[in-house]
């Protein structure tokens, strides 16, 4: 079960001692700083046979399946060939209007909104002390 700011519970409802650290630590950051972090961070998909990214199409349009583990592709996919990059590289690469989904079947999937993340950026780069968002969409 899931705690509020991203803790696991444990039995008999405690938090580990690193989720506890991991939450006072993104609790702290400026959001220039969650951005950067952001950007950094790992993802995993399951590798077409081209190159590139294996886009669903969906009734909301087209969409990409990522997972911030290896153990969560393979609960997805199963046994699959398979790539991992940053959501910096995911920002440049994956084309305009396919969406990201994040985490499918995990307890807290989220859309990864890649243009929110593209404007950030872009602010960013013109006014470094701006404090933009994440691009995550929770809805």
Same mark, same amino acid.
């Given at each position: 079960?899931?705690?509020?700011?991203?803790?696991?519970?444990?039995?008999?409802?405690?938090?580990?001692?690193?989720?506890?650290?991991?939450?006072?630590?993104?609790?702290?950051?400026?959001?220039?700083?969650?951005?950067?972090?952001?950007?950094?961070?790992?993802?995993?998909?399951?590798?077409?046979?081209?190159?590139?990214?294996?886009? =669903?199409? @969906?009734? /909301?349009?087209?969409?990409?399946? +990522?997972?911030?583990? &290896?153990?969560? #592709?393979?609960?997805?996919? !199963?046994?699959?060939?398979?790539? =991992?990059? @940053?959501? /910096?590289?995911?920002?440049?690469? +994956?084309?305009?209007? &396919?969406?990201? #989904?994040?985490?499918?079947? !995990?307890?807290?999937?989220?859309?990864?909104?890649?243009? /929110?993340?593209?404007?950030?950026?872009?602010?960013?780069?013109?006014?470094?002390?701006?404090?933009?968002?994440?691009?995550?969409?929770?809805?």
């Amino acid at each position: 079960m899931s705690m509020n700011g991203g803790g696991v519970e444990q039995p008999g409802g405690r938090m580990t001692l690193t989720d506890l650290v991991r939450q006072e630590t993104v609790g702290r950051m400026s959001a220039a700083e969650k951005f950067a972090a952001a950007r950094e961070m790992r993802l995993y998909f399951q590798r077409p046979e081209q190159p590139g990214f294996l886009v =669903s199409q @969906t009734e /909301a349009g087209p969409l990409v399946a +990522l997972f911030t583990s &290896v153990e969560g #592709l393979a609960l997805f996919a !199963g046994a699959c060939a398979w790539a =991992s990059t @940053t959501v /910096a590289d995911i920002m440049e690469l +994956l084309p305009d209007g &396919v969406r990201a #989904l994040v985490d499918p079947l !995990g307890e807290r999937p989220f859309l990864l909104n890649v243009e /929110a993340l593209r404007e950030v950026e872009t602010t960013e780069d013109r006014n470094p002390r701006n404090d933009g968002g994440l691009g995550v969409d929770q809805s």
